[in-house]
Structure formats: structure tokens, C-alpha cells
């Protein structure tokens, strides 16, 4: 599929999958029953280099509605989501993933919402899961509408599987870090390092909490020391690329997210005291892998 620019789709949907095919049939199923959508608009789905039936699960969308089909082999998240924004026609870019379920007026209420905030450049919808999934999981359930703007705000938008863009800003930010996401080098925060950059520009967001997107994550203990970690390294190396570039606010932002999760003082008091092996090493394992990405992540924007 060749890459196009043209504006004449209001909303791109772009959802970014590999090998998850049962999940992606359930979150194209809720896009297609989608009510009063948008007059036009399309939904593309990136093909991260799956190695099942996943494209076929996509190309039997491509059949029932407005579903295009777009190949990324290279693995990585945020390289999946640029492939989408190129072959993308609206002048609205709408993010999801693969394992959620949208409600029935998630689109139409993207769209009007931008039409009815013409100074806001991005949307973020409320993310939610069934009760007792951790909200590391990308979960947004803030009841109250609300303007979101300035970087210090950064960690009250919503992850990239409820987000929506007017396509100037990408024009202007530039599109998602490669290096970021799932598969790539960094495993998460493309979507965090994204919306900092936004609010770098200057840009003003709005959260609508009745854009809703269920999570259908499956979790346990293993996989959530894992994700943990992942997300650890994710965030540091955002930390660390814009520290890299004279960014003080980020390294206060790194700092801080060091001693919350490796250095309180209280709990890890507790910890010692109770001889809790378990927990002192999963906090010195997340002090290596956040100190760990941050330094690389910065030397290489150094090298540069």
C-alpha cells in the first residue's frame, strides 16, 4: 500500500496489532457496530509482522466496512503507528489497540468533540477494565471532563489506546519515536513521549470521559512484573531523550519516578524489616533498569 496524504476522511481509526487475532476480531467487531458513526471515516489496521492468521482476520473486516489493511514488519509500536499516520486520509487520527472494546459512540463523540473545541489539537477518551486490574494497564477512569495543557500535566492523558490527534499535529511535533513501544528497543512510552512533545508545543488537550474504551487485559503476577519493567525502561528512555537536550523538567520527572518506585523510604523500611526478600529485589531490578535506560537513552541522543 502506497503512502497518501489527503483530507477528504474526517477520522483515521489506527489500530497497530501482531498476532493477536481473536483479540483484534473483538475491537474491529465494536468499530464496525459502531452507531451513527462518522459520515467519513475509515479504520486502519497496521500489521506489526504477525506470523498467524491475522491477516486474513483483517482482510475479513476489509470485506464488512471502511477497514483497510497496512504492513509494518519492522517490530515496534511506535513505528506501527507511523505506518498507519502515512497511509491515513483524515484530518483526524484516532489511536485504539487490539485488546480493547469501544463503545457504540466512541467515534461520533471524537468527532463532534473536536468540532465542539475548535482551540483543542487532541481528545482523550476514559479507559477502563474490569474491577481489580492494576492502572498501569493503561486505565484513564477520571470521572470529570476537563482541559488538559502544560507539561507537567503530561501524566493525565490518556494511554495510546484512547487518543485522538488533528493531523497538524504531527505536522508539527513530528510523528512517534521508533525506538519506543512494544517490540522496539524501549519497550513502552511511545505513547507518553508523543503527548510530552505535545505538550511541549504548546498544544491544549481535552479529556471526555464518556469516550470509553473497555481494556480487556488479561493479568497475572508473572506478566506484571514483567509489564513493570517494561514500562520502567519506557519511561526513563523518554526521560532520558529529553534530558539529553537541556530538559530540566524531565530529569525532575525521572528523579521523581525513581525514588517513588525504588527509594520510598517507608515501605522500603517495611520491607527490610520484615525480611521481605522479594520486594527489596524487585526494587533494586527496577533501579537498574530505570537508571539503566535513562543513561542510554540519553548518551545516544548525545552521539547524535
Request: with cysteine.
Amino acid at each position: 500500500m502506497t503512502d497518501m496524504r489527503s483530507d477528504d476522511v474526517a477520522l483515521s481509526v489506527i489500530i497497530c496489532t501482531r498476532s493477536r487475532p481473536v483479540s483484534l476480531r473483538r475491537t474491529l467487531e465494536s468499530l464496525l457496530a459502531q452507531e451513527a458513526p462518522p459520515k467519513e471515516w475509515e479504520v486502519i489496521v497496521v500489521d506489526n509482522g504477525a506470523t498467524d492468521e491475522t491477516r486474513e482476520v483483517i482482510e475479513s473486516f476489509v470485506a464488512r466496512g471502511p477497514v483497510r489493511y497496512a504492513s509494518e514488519p519492522i517490530q515496534g509500536l511506535g513505528r506501527a503507528r507511523n505506518r498507519g499516520i502515512a497511509v491515513a486520509r483524515g484530518r483526524l487520527l484516532a489511536f485504539t489497540d487490539d485488546d480493547v472494546v469501544l463503545s457504540l459512540d466512541w467515534a461520533r463523540r471524537i468527532v463532534d468533540r473536536f468540532s465542539a473545541e475548535p482551540d483543542v489539537d487532541a481528545v482523550f477518551g476514559c479507559v477502563y477494565a474490569d474491577a481489580g486490574i492494576p492502572s498501569m494497564f493503561s486505565l484513564r477512569t477520571r470521572p470529570d471532563a476537563c482541559y488538559i495543557q502544560g507539561k507537567h500535566r503530561v501524566w493525565e492523558s490518556t494511554g495510546g489506546n484512547n487518543m485522538a490527534y488533528r493531523r497538524s499535529v504531527t505536522d508539527r511535533i513530528g510523528l512517534f519515536d521508533p525506538l519506543h513501544g512494544s517490540g522496539a528497543k524501549y519497550w513502552g512510552a511511545d505513547d507518553a513521549e508523543f503527548q510530552y512533545r505535545f505538550f511541549k508545543a504548546g498544544f491544549k488537550a481535552f479529556y471526555d470521559p464518556e469516550i470509553k474504551a473497555k481494556h480487556m487485559v488479561e493479568v497475572d503476577s508473572r506478566r506484571y512484573d514483567v509489564e513493570i519493567l517494561r514500562s520502567d525502561a519506557g519511561i526513563a528512555a523518554w526521560y532520558g531523550k529529553h534530558a539529553a537536550h537541556g530538559d530540566l523538567f524531565a530529569v525532575r520527572l525521572f528523579l521523581t519516578h525513581l525514588a517513588r518506585n525504588t527509594l520510598g523510604v517507608r515501605s522500603l523500611i517495611h520491607a527490610i524489616g520484615h525480611a521481605d526478600a522479594t520486594e527489596i529485589r524487585r526494587r533494586a531490578r527496577r533501579f537498574q533498569v530505570l537508571t539503566q535506560a535513562f543513561f542510554s537513552r540519553a548518551m545516544m541522543e548525545l552521539r547524535q
